[in-house]
């Protein structure tokens, strides 16, 4: 798949790099060749990027296999390893010594080997008239066969197929995995996450989102499980690091693993996000947020308890408020009806006739799908990511209410549960999730059938029902969970019992239909009417590229923003903000900010100052959270953190004008590492240039 001469917009697969996209990079600023981006034959840049633990982002920036990611990608270990005695998430981390780095038995790290087409192997032999069971099955088949050809146990070595362009097209992934990941270093929050909840998705930003990992491997380099003998792993290549900076309109591309676009969605599907998945996520979780908010506000412990969960979630509440702000005020269903338009006229002329009546058909399902889409993202919403207890009960089912399983392993499941839980708030969330629900519910239909037993045994009192739910449950007491003599007894437990209630519903409301294969030819429609012109693939947390330059932007006629913050700034808004808990600074922190020492080599020369955050109009999403920004010589100038409000329907639609990538400068996170914590040690590792 060629990369787009399009310099600001698209995530673009590695390899297969075009005659007329090389010399675009090459006028824009990059001075590597396309081996020295991607080689799989050899080392690369390609190498020293990682896909840190399954959701974010990472770059390997020493021959020792040190790892940096942003803050909120490594938050969940640095909260594990925090108390109220030994509190890491509010004072930061560093391990001196290698002996101090800190094990996290369920994080890992994995290189991306190769990519291959195999788009003939898994289409070859779907036939006409296959339903879409039929059609799973087979390719199914075809997948898990390609992979186990690839799986190398030993290595640790596997494969995954994921299907471009809505399934037109599937290519296998080849990683490396690496199970030995331990915490180095972490800035105190009021750095690391500074502006909080506050600042998410706005510029301008001052947050030093960065923290510090090492792989460790066998004496042999090779992955292995976590081993006291274990050694630091030494990559392929890693990362050259630059104190150079940058100036508006440098060169700079990111590396990383998007999650997940939808710039191919037809009008009526982004209607449908917007009236389904954004609607009730934002509405939903904001009852939950307040609980857990005026819950964390008060107790020290339950702070660090659900300091990783609280942000998780508010982070898509809150885009899911600025992705409808932002449909409405570019009017991106509007350009997408026009673009449909274009497609149904260019069909009709040139006697496309597969493409006859898609929009029709599409308007058409979206309205008959829309009360089960709606009822589905309102249950997964109100119980799946409502209270945690209904979580793992919904999450453990099929493992442990089915013939065989093992009591000791539940034992063991529930016992992790249990450390980031407070059942008293838990049933709060739990209470005002089964509240909630009812109220949102298209209709009575819509109620899961534990309303019924609400009504006739507890009279309508829902509060009354979760405290006797509570006090019935095995999953809700450490010592009932001791004292289990059987998971078979677990087929009677309430609360588990009530996780069959929602399920079953989420089964009656889901509806299967045409819906993936209309919008799937009119992405096909759209490629073969501009055959002339690249289409990247959406998003699909795969290895990606992007390219573009350092660029502020300007949001409004009246409000221009340069592409950098200092260190003032920062400083301001913990002074003028004095009642807000997201710019607050420990002690320590707004000493160092005051005294200004940040180390010579970090100033930037134009500026005089050390910039703290900068803007680019690189092409990312979640999932891009850690990844690296480098410069035309390939070294390291920044990690990619957030984007920006104002263009929060780029998940949707690309926007040139508006759309930017907010990086931590690597000049701010090596002085936080240098003159803030005396790291010389880590300092001293990478290769600054």
């Known amino acids: 798949m060629a990369l787009s001469a399009k310099a600001d917009e698209g995530m673009w697969m590695l390899g297969n790099m075009s005659e007329k996209t090389q010399k675009l990079l090459k006028e824009m600023g990059l001075e590597l060749t396309p081996d020295q981006i991607y080689n799989p034959n050899g080392p690369s840049l390609n190498n020293a990027i990682v896909m840190f633990g399954g959701f974010c982002s990472g770059v390997v920036v020493s021959n020792e296999g040190l790892v940096f990611t942003n803050h909120h990608c490594g938050f969940d270990a640095i909260q594990d390893h925090s108390t109220v005695k030994n509190d890491y998430l509010k004072n930061g981390f560093f391990a001196k010594k290698l002996k101090d780095e800190l094990p996290n038995p369920e994080l890992y790290v994995a290189f991306h080997l190769s990519t291959v087409d195999v788009t003939d192997k898994m289409l070859g032999g779907v036939k006409p008239g296959m339903d879409e069971m039929q059609k799973a099955a087979y390719m199914d088949s075809v997948a898990t066969s390609l992979e186990e050809a690839v799986l190398d146990t030993i290595n640790c070595i596997y494969g995954e197929i994921t299907p471009y362009y809505k399934g037109s097209k599937y290519f296998l992934s080849v990683y490396q995995r690496f199970d030995d990941v331990r915490l180095v270093f972490a800035p105190p929050q009021s750095l690391g996450k500074f502006g909080g909840d506050t600042d998410n998705w ?51 591309m990111t590396f990383g693993y998007p999650g997940s676009t939808d710039r191919y969605l037809s009008s009526y599907g982004i209607e449908n996000t917007m009236r389904t998945s954004n609607d009730l996520r934002y509405q939903v979780r904001g009852v939950k947020l307040a609980i857990l908010d005026e819950a964390m506000k008060r107790d020290d412990a339950i702070r660090i308890m659900y300091a990783s969960k609280y942000a998780a979630s508010a982070n898509y509440w809150k885009f899911s408020l600025g992705q409808n702000k932002a449909l409405k ?52 919403e109100s119980f799946y990511s409502g209270s945690d207890i209904m979580q793992f009960a919904m999450k453990s089912m099929i493992r442990y209410l089915r013939p065989g399983a093992e009591t000791d392993g539940f034992k063991d499941d529930v016992q992790k549960t249990y450390r980031d839980i407070n059942i008293d708030l838990d049933k709060k969330v739990f209470a005002a999730m089964i509240k909630n629900y009812k109220q949102q519910a298209l209709s009575e239909d819509d109620l899961p059938d534990f309303y019924e037993e609400i009504d006739e045994k507890f009279d309508g009192d829902i509060d009354a029902f979760v405290d006797n739910l509570y006090a019935n449950s095995v999953l809700t007491d450490r010592e009932k969970v001791n004292r289990l003599e059987s998971v078979e007894d677990l087929h009677e437990d309430p609360i588990y019992y009530l996780a069959v209630s929602v399920i079953t519903k989420i089964f009656q409301s889901h509806q299967s239909n045409s819906i993936d294969e209309y919008e799937r030819l009119l992405g096909d429609a759209l490629r073969e009417m501009n055959r002339d012109k690249e289409y990247y693939p959406d998003a699909n947390f795969t290895l990606r590229m992007s390219f573009g330059i350092v660029e502020g932007y300007s949001p409004s006629s009246d409000l221009n923003y340069v592409h950098y913050t200092l260190p003032q700034s920062l400083i301001d808004k913990n002074e003028q903000n004095p009642d807000n808990y997201d710019y607050q600074l420990i002690p320590s922190v707004y000493k160092w900010l005051k005294k200004g020492k940040f180390g010579d080599r970090y100033i930037d020369k134009s500026l005089g100052q050390m910039p703290l955050c900068f803007l680019t109009n690189n092409d990312i999403t ?20 957030d984007g920006n409000w104002e263009a929060m329907s780029s998940d949707l639609k690309f926007d040139t004008k508006l759309q930017r990538c907010i990086g931590v400068d690597i000049r701010y996170v090596l002085s936080v590492i240098d003159t803030y914590s005396k790291g010389k040690r880590l300092i001293n590792e990478l290769t600054l240039e």
């Not at 850690?626 to 410069?631: A, H, K, L, R």
Request: proline share 5%.
């Open 202 to 252: 706005m510029w301008p930003r001052q947050t030093c989102d960065f923290s510090v990992f090492r792989i460790y491997a066998n004496k042999d380099n090779k992955p292995a499980e976590y081993s006291k003998d274990n050694v630091p792993y030494h990559p392929v290549s890693y990362a050259h690091v630059s104190t150079q900076g940058y100036q508006p309109g440098s060169f700079c």
């Open 329 to 380: 005020e570019l009017n991106v269903i509007g350009e997408k009806e026009a673009l449909e338009k274009e497609i149904m006229e260019w069909a009709a002329q040139n006697h496309k006739t597969q493409y006859f009546g898609i929009l029709d058909s599409l308007k058409a399902l979206y309205k008959e799908n829309f009360p089960g889409d709606y009822t589905v993202t309102l249950l997964e």
């Open 622 to 641: 979640g999932g891009n959270s850690g990844s690296g920004m480098f410069d035309g010589k390939g070294r390291l100038i920044g990690l990619a953190f």
